[in-house]
């Protein structure tokens, strides 16, 4: 079985200590994720990954978990600390342990408070640099509004246990050239611009971007401004999960470090976050799933999520296939959290193999450990899309040069090589 990064982090690190630099090239080079943790073992990774999501899910349920946080026999403390890095889940497995919610060996309780103390450090250092950036902004008369993390955070226990690798923000349009103008002034630099979605990518002009850790999201870590005009993911030729005009009309206020904020509002918010923690299944991270279950159950409780609304929005916007796995694994992981009614619904828009890659994500403690043709073409419904869905993976969309693509190729023979791909999602 093979495994991922929680997110590549190769898009982000510009400058790196030799030995991270050679893991993360021969990761590239082979999606070995041995290479990325060497001394660790797939089973071990693994292993780590299912107890972190029984964990995770006899909280939620409000249980008693077992003691399963061990150095032992079957995780080493490297599985757990890969595992707990690739799920987003260091930082908050931390802080249940400093509370006393779980209970840990020695080697266990020393890792995860380190991943506390990384993840608490980090939250203070990316909220600073927000005020910087709403109050530059705000001076040009914008008002953007704060996607995911910034805002998520307040269901969690406090900012820093839920991992955060950029700060994304949604402007209009029409609004971006000042946006850009504002953050040059405020010391940003431009380092990166995407079509699919559209979006421009910012850091500080001081930030060297070295890459720190691959084993916790360390606090100096590098970090980037994600300056968002819409809502939308790229999945293949002819297949967008798009919110359009909707993006800008289910807004909401919320207090950030000490700043009256526009978020998005439901249903928008429950759309946005279940079709984000779906998209690319071979990344999928616990924390995400564990972050919907916390906005859907507290939402739903106070009324502010109305469920009806949710599956119109689905509906309206054609998203309902790309939001239902991600709200299909809430379920699996906190029974009780998704309306069923709504659930079955969009379980129409599925196809069989966007079920068999949920369920093998699911058994696998919500990672996907071996890749397959099925989560290749998952998405796909119709022979349309699915020659579409073909077409990209012989020449994908945006690929910059042909060494490029005889990179994936390579990277692609290496898997099937080794036994990592097969044709069908399973166990």
């Known amino acids: 079985m093979t495994d991922r990064p929680g997110a590549p982090p190769g898009r982000i690190a510009r400058q790196q200590s030799p030995d991270l630099a050679a893991r993360l090239r021969a990761w590239q080079t082979t999606g070995d994720p041995a290479a990325l943790w060497p001394g660790t073992s797939s089973r071990g990774r693994h292993e780590a990954h299912c107890r972190l999501a029984r964990v995770a899910a006899a909280v939620l349920a409000g249980e008693a978990p077992p003691c399963e946080l061990a150095v032992d026999r079957q995780i080493s403390a490297g599985e757990w600390s890969a595992a707990a890095y690739q799920a987003g889940m260091g930082a908050l497995i931390g802080y249940w342990i400093e509370r006393g919610t779980l209970q840990a060996d020695d080697a266990c309780r020393r890792l995860f408070a380190e991943h506390l103390d990384h993840g608490r450090r980090r939250a203070q250092r990316l909220l600073a640099a927000f005020t910087t950036i709403h109050d530059a902004l705000s001076a040009e008369g914008i ?33 971006l050239a000042r946006a850009a103008w504002a953050l040059q002034k405020a010391g940003f630099r431009e380092i990166r611009s995407t079509s699919r979605p559209q979006r421009s990518e910012w850091q500080e002009a001081s930030a060297r971007g070295e890459l720190h850790s691959l084993d916790l999201d360390h606090a100096d870590n590098p970090w980037t401004l994600d300056l968002h005009i819409a809502l939308e993911r790229f999945y293949f030729r002819g297949a967008w999960a798009r919110f359009g005009h909707a993006a800008f009309q289910h807004r909401a206020f919320h207090q950030v470090a000490g700043r009256r904020v526009a978020v998005l509002a439901h249903p928008l918010l429950a759309a946005f976050l279940a079709v984000h923690a779906g998209y690319g299944m071979d990344t999928v991270r616990l924390v995400r799933i564990v972050e919907l279950v916390l906005v859907l159950r507290r939402d739903a409780a106070t009324r502010s999520l109305d469920w009806d609304a949710l599956g119109m929005l689905l509906r309206s916007s054609e998203t309902a296939r790309f939001a239902w796995p991600a709200l299909e694994l809430a379920e699996r992981l906190a029974p009780g959290t998704v309306e069923p009614a709504v659930l079955h619904t969009l379980g129409r828009q599925t196809t069989p193999r966007m079920r068999r890659v949920t369920d093998q994500v699911f058994r696998a403690g919500i990672h996907l450990p071996r890749r397959s043709l099925d989560e290749k073409l998952m998405w796909a419904k119709g022979l349309r899309e699915l020659l579409l869905n073909l077409s990209e993976l012989a020449l994908p969309t945006g690929t910059a040069t042909p060494l490029d693509l005889l990179r994936q190729y390579v990277r692609r023979a290496h898997l099937w090589h080794r036994g990592r791909m097969s044709y069908r999602a399973g166990p």
């Open 143 to 175: 008002e953007p509004a704060i996607l995911k993390t910034l805002h998520t955070w307040s269901y969690f226990p406090e900012p820093g246990t839920r991992p955060c690798a950029d700060i994304d923000l949604l402007v209009r349009p029409a609004e």
